[in-house]
């Protein structure tokens, strides 16, 4: 699986945005999927998982009730709709597809195979 992320930008704080996270391959649809953000400086966080289907999603306690992860599997893609951002959301956002087939998702990062090459997002205060 090969992950194409898009959609970063600069932002007032406030502001939305919508990411995209485009797969190639035919095996999208069995994975679980992630996105992962890193601000400079810092390690690696979690953000939000979403299961192979679609029917469960899981968030990072700093974004719930503002961050949106959905997917459309016929579509090979996988989105996160960003609401009210705050300027601690600065980072560059990383989608990845989970290692195994038909997961509910994961929070930890050494489940995740395949990564994309990051969009950088960017909020202004």
């Known amino acids: 699986v090969q992950l194409q992320a898009s959609g970063g930008g600069l932002v007032q704080a406030g502001g939305s945005l919508r990411l995209s996270c485009v797969a190639s391959?035919?095996?999208?649809?069995?994975?679980?999927m992630g996105w992962f953000r890193q601000a400079r400086g810092k390690e690696r966080e979690f953000v939000a998982t979403?299961?192979?289907?679609?029917?469960?999603?899981y968030y990072a306690d700093s974004v719930k009730g503002r961050l949106t992860i959905s997917r459309d599997n016929a579509k090979n893609t996988v989105y996160l709709q960003m609401n009210s951002l705050k300027p601690e959301d600065t980072a560059v956002y990383y989608c990845?597809?989970?290692?195994?087939?038909?997961?509910?998702?994961?929070?930890?990062?050494?489940?995740?195979?395949?990564w994309g090459q990051g969009t950088l997002v960017t909020v202004s205060s």
């Open positions: 979403i299961s192979w289907s679609g029917a469960s999603t």
């Open positions: 391959g035919r095996t999208f649809s069995r994975h679980a």
């Open positions: 990845a597809a989970g290692r195994t087939y038909y997961s509910g998702g994961s929070v930890d990062s050494r489940d995740y195979d395949f």
